[in-house]
C-alpha cells in the first residue's frame, strides 16, 4: 500500500525503519492444520502457529489455574508447550485434548514470581535483568560488563541463596541501556541538540484522532516531534511511561487529517501489512526493525522481564522497567523505538533497549503492544485499507537496494533473503539515519530520561549498547 500525503510535507510516517536489512533467516509458513486424534484416545498435539499457539495458551491457563506454571512455543514441532504443577489429571487430560504437550514441572509460577520480588528487594542493581523462562522452569538473571566488584558479588550470592533449582545467573555483553534514536526516524530539537527517536507504530487514540506509540524514554526526552531533523513539530506527546511499568508513549498529531498507514517499511519499497496486536510467546520467531542495523530476526526467550537501567541523570539511581519481552535479536544504537511483529503481521512490541550488537550478538527488551494499548486507550491501525496498491515486494531484496527515505511500496515478506551483512547505515539515504554525526551521539538528552550516552556533539557509531 502507498503512503498518503497532504500537500507540502509528509503526513504520514511509515512504521518501523528504512534501513539497510540485516541478515534475516528464511521462514517457511507454519502450517494450521490441527491433529486431532479421531478416536477418543488421547489427542496428539495441534501443529500452531505461534499466534495460534499464544491464544490456546491464554485459554489452559484459565483451564489449568494454580497448576499452570508457564508455557513456550516449540518453532522446530509448531506445538504449546505447557508446564504443569501438581496438576490434576483430568484437568491435564483436557490440555491435551485441546492440543497441547503437557509437561510436569517442579516450580509453580507463585514460586517463580517470589524468586523475582526477592530479587527485586535483594538486587535491584544498575545493569541487571531477570525473566521467567518457561523452558527450564527458572527465572534467569542477567548482568551486563557494568556489574562487578561488591555488585557482582552481592548479585551472586542473592541468585545462589534463591537455590540452584530456582534461578540462573549469566553475564551479558555490553550494557543494558536505552538510547533516543532508531527506526522511521522522528526529532526533536532540545536544549542540549537534537533527540533521535524511531515510530513503533501507527495508531488512533481514544478521541479518535491518529497517534503513534513509540518508547516511552522517548516521550520523556522530548514533547515535540518531527518527520525530519530540521523540520517543524507534526506531533506532540500526549502520554509516556518511562521507567515503572513498562516503556511507551503516545504521540498524537497535530493535524487531525494526518493519513498513516497501519505496516511495517523494511525498505526497499517494501512494507509488512500489520491487521492485529498480538502477546509474545516465548520460543517464537519475530523480527525487528531498526534504522541502524535494518531487519533483523530471532526468539522470545521470556516475558514480564524486569531490567534495571542505570539512572544517568542521578549517578546512584536506577531505572527500572517492568513487564517487559525478553529476546534473543540483535540490536544497537539508533534502533530503539523500532518495529517488533511477526511475519503474519502481528504488532508484538516495541524496542527498549539491551545489551551487545549484531556482529557478537546480544539480547534486546520490548514494550509489549498490547500493553501500551491498554494502558493508552488506543486502537491499532491508521488508514490502512485505502491507499494504492503497491509494487510486489521482491523477497530477495538485499541491503544494498535499499535507498531510505519515503519508501512508497507493496507489502513485505520480513523474511525475505539475508541482506547483504556488509552494508551499513551510512549507505541509507533516507531519514537521517546511518551514523548520526552531527546529532551528537543520542547523549546529551538521556536516554529516554534525558539521560543515555548523548553527548550533543559527537556522532552515533552504533558500537556500544543495544538500542
Known amino acids: 500500500m502507498s503512503h498518503k500525503r497532504i500537500p507540502k510535507r509528509k503526513a504520514a510516517i511509515a512504521v ?32 500452531l502457529k505461534a499466534t495460534g499457539a499464544s491464544d490456546l ?10 497448576a499452570f506454571a508457564g508455557s513456550y512455543y516449540d518453532s522446530a514441532k509448531q506445538q504449546l508447550v505447557v508446564n504443569v504443577v501438581n496438576g490434576d489429571n483430568n484437568v491435564i487430560v483436557q490440555a491435551e485434548k485441546a492440543g497441547a504437550v503437557v509437561r510436569e514441572v517442579q516450580n509453580s509460577t507463585s514460586e517463580l514470581a517470589a524468586v523475582a520480588q526477592t530479587l527485586k528487594t535483594k538486587a535491584t542493581i544498575p545493569g541487571t535483568a531477570w525473566a521467567v523462562d518457561p523452558k527450564t522452569n527458572k527465572v534467569v538473571v542477567s548482568a551486563d560488563s557494568t556489574v562487578t566488584g561488591t555488585k557482582w558479588d552481592t548479585l551472586e550470592s542473592t541468585v545462589q541463596g534463591l537455590g540452584s533449582n530456582m534461578a540462573t545467573l549469566k553475564k551479558s555483553s555490553g550494557t543494558f541501556k536505552t538510547l533516543v534514536s532508531g527506526g522511521d526516524a522522528i526529532f526533536s ?39 525530519s531533523e530540521t523540520g517543524q513539530p507534526i506531533a506532540t506527546v500526549d502520554q509516556a511511561q518511562f521507567p515503572g511499568n513498562g516503556d511507551f508513549s503516545l504521540v498524537k498529531y497535530n493535524d487531525a487529517t494526518t493519513q498513516t498507514t497501519s505496516d511495517v ?19 517464537e520467531t519475530v523480527f525487528r526493525m531498526g534504522s541502524t542495523t535494518g531487519l533483523h530476526d530471532g526468539q522470545v526467550t521470556g516475558l514480564d522481564a524486569t531490567v534495571n537501567f542505570q539512572s544517568e541523570t542521578d549517578p546512584n539511581g536506577v531505572d527500572t522497567v517492568t513487564g517487559l519481552i525478553q529476546t534473543n535479536v540483535c540490536a544497537e544504537a539508533g534502533d530503539s523505538g523500532g518495529s517488533l511483529f511477526t511475519q503474519d503481521g502481528g504488532a508484538v512490541g516495541m524496542t527498549s533497549g539491551g545489551s551487545g550488537d549484531c556482529t557478537s550478538g546480544g539480547e534486546t527488551f520490548f514494550q509489549p503492544v498490547t500493553t501500551a494499548l491498554q494502558a493508552t486507550g488506543a486502537t491499532l491501525g491508521g ?32 523474511s525475505a533473503t539475508a541482506a547483504d551483512p556488509s552494508a551499513t547505515a551510512g549507505d541509507q539515504s533516507g531519514t537521517g539515519t546511518g551514523d548520526e554525526t552531527g546529532t551528537g551521539d543520542a547523549t546529551g538528552t538521556g536516554d529516554a530520561t534525558g539521560t543515555g550516552d548523548q553527548s550533543g556533539t559527537g556522532a552515533d557509531d552504533g558500537t556500544t549498547s543495544s538500542n
Request: include cysteine.
Open 189 to 227: 530539537q532540545v536544549q542540549d541538540g537534537t533527540v533521535r527517536c524511531s515510530l513503533g507504530f501507527n495508531v488512533t487514540a481514544s478521541d479518535g484522532t491518529p497517534a503513534f506509540l513509540t518508547a516511552g524514554h522517548c516521550g520523556v526526552a522530548a514533547k515535540d516531534w518531527s518527520d
Open 57 to 66: 495458551a491464554a485459554q489452559l491457563q484459565q483451564l489449568l489455574g494454580q
Open 383 to 414: 488508514d490502512a485499507g485505502a491507499g494504492d496498491a503497491g509494487a510486489t515486494a521482491d523477497p530477495s531484496a538485499t541491503a544494498g537496494d535499499q535507498a531510505g527515505g519515503d519508501q512508497i511500496g507493496g507489502t513485505a515478506d520480513p
Open 265 to 283: 517499511n523494511i525498505g526497499n519499497g517494501q512494507t509488512v501489512a500489520i491487521n492485529q496486536a498480538v502477546d509474545a510467546t516465548v520460543g
Open 16 to 47: 518501523g525503519g528504512v534501513a539497510a536489512l540485516g541478515a534475516a533467516a528464511f521462514l517457511l509458513p507454519m502450517a494450521n492444520a490441527s491433529q486431532d486424534n479421531a478416536s477418543g484416545a488421547t489427542a496428539a498435539p495441534k501443529t
